[in-house]
Nanobody, 129 residues
């Protein structure tokens, strides 16, 4: 059974940092592109960042670019999202997802949700002002 799991969420003050981790069982995450997505209360889920299975290519949403960093350690079967300079508007449930599709995207775009078939349950990130 395939399971994708997020961890590392929590409560942090504005300007602080958090590191989210994404791991999986039942699949080799190193063979998959991984995306981070988030859903704030009352809003649609949106893409945050994604990384190619090799780690060589990444995309970021404009709202997080230069503040968030996605990376992966394929030996540990883990993908990370380091979030710095957090803002209250970053408050959301953060999801990671694995997929086998990778596309070349224009600047300012991140991987579409439809390209990811295995999703975690999410981890809450709350940024207080």
């Amino acid at each position: 059974q395939v399971q994708v799991m997020e961890s590392g969420g929590g409560l942090v003050q504005a300007g602080g940092s958090l590191r989210l981790s994404c791991t999986a069982s039942g699949l080799y995450l190193s063979h998959y592109a991984v995306g981070w997505f988030r859903q704030a209360p009352g809003k649609e889920r949106e893409g945050v960042s994604c990384i190619h299975w090799s780690g060589a290519f990444t995309y970021y949403a404009p709202s997080v670019k230069d503040r968030f960093t996605i990376s992966r350690d394929n030996a540990q079967n883990t993908v990370y999202l380091v979030m710095d300079s957090l803002k209250p508007e970053d408050t959301a449930v953060y999801y990671c997802a694995a997929g086998l599709v990778w596309k070349s995207l224009p600047m300012g775009r991140t991987c579409p949700q439809i390209d990811f078939g295995s999703w975690g349950q999410g981890t809450q990130v709350t940024v207080s002002s």
